[in-house]
């Protein structure tokens, strides 16, 4: 039985004016010291937008409003398949906070080359720089 099935992951791109948040994985972890989106696992009986907010309450103690989809994929790694949901989403309240992360930052899609980022977000990565500057709230 090794067909993995995906394990359903969602994970938020929160702008703020032409910065966006990534969160460094802590080093125990799988993907360890590697940037990504916050996020995380979609739990039984969850809608991908509820894990979102959950997730983002627990790991920076912010409320966050999901709208649209980024963009959606399917990534294999050695020890899981992921099917990630990134959702554009609206920092509601509170200042990020890395509770489980070591590292949190804002940056400039011009600043993705500076950051290793988990191999599931390389696709995300190329249609970020390739976009035409966001200005948001």
């Known amino acids: 039985m090794d067909e993995k099935k995906p394990v359903s992951v969602v994970a938020a791109l929160i702008w703020r004016g032409d910065r966006f948040l990534i969160c460094r994985r802590p080093p125990h972890k799988a993907r360890g010291g590697l940037y990504e989106f916050v996020g995380g696992k979609v739990e039984p009986g969850e809608t991908k937008p509820e ?6 309450r627990e790991e920076l103690a912010v409320q966050v409003r999901p709208r649209d989809i980024f963009m959606e994929l399917v990534h294999p790694y050695p020890d899981m398949t992921v099917d990630l949901t990134l959702y554009n989403a609206d920092l509601v309240s509170g200042e990020p906070r890395p509770l489980e992360h070591t590292d949190i930052r804002w940056i400039r ?3 993705i080359p500076l950051y290793p980022f988990c191999p599931a977000d390389k696709e995300i990565l190329e249609k970020l720089r390739k976009r035409p500057p966001r200005h948001q709230p």
């Not at 894990?51 to 983002?56: G, I, K, N, P, S």
């Open 51 to 56: 894990a979102l907010v959950r997730e983002c």
């Open 109 to 111: 899609p011009e600043d």
